[in-house]
């Protein structure tokens, strides 16, 4: 089976990669994910019940767990981008464009 971003980011550095073969911000590059993003937010108790599913599935299935905005920040600055834009779009999933 393919590997995804959760199994090779930390131990593989994908992102440090990614950087290396993409032009700069200025130039177009960007590096874009379709991910989920936990939200911190507990207002709407479906949508966060829903997300600690996903969560504890990927953690079973995968062994990973889904990040945090600030999860996210953190690998992309420790990867060495400089910026990163976060938007929602279909239920859980989110579009990140990160910048080097």
Not at 83 to 93: E, F, H, V
Request: aromatic share 8%; net charge negative.
């Amino acid at each position: 089976h393919g590997k995804s971003l959760y199994e090779y980011a930390e131990k593989e550095s994908t992102l440090k990669k990614c950087i290396k073969a993409i032009p700069s911000k200025g130039n177009g590059g960007k590096v874009i994910l379709i991910e989920i993003v936990m939200d911190q937010n507990k207002d709407d108790d479906k949508s966060y019940e829903t997300q600690l599913f996903d969560d504890m599935l990927m953690m079973v299935v995968l062994g990973v767990k889904e990040r945090s905005e600030q999860e996210w920040a953190k690998l992309f600055v420790d990867a060495g981008f400089s910026d990163y834009n976060i938007i929602s779009i279909l239920g859980l999933r989110s579009v990140i464009e990160v910048y080097p």
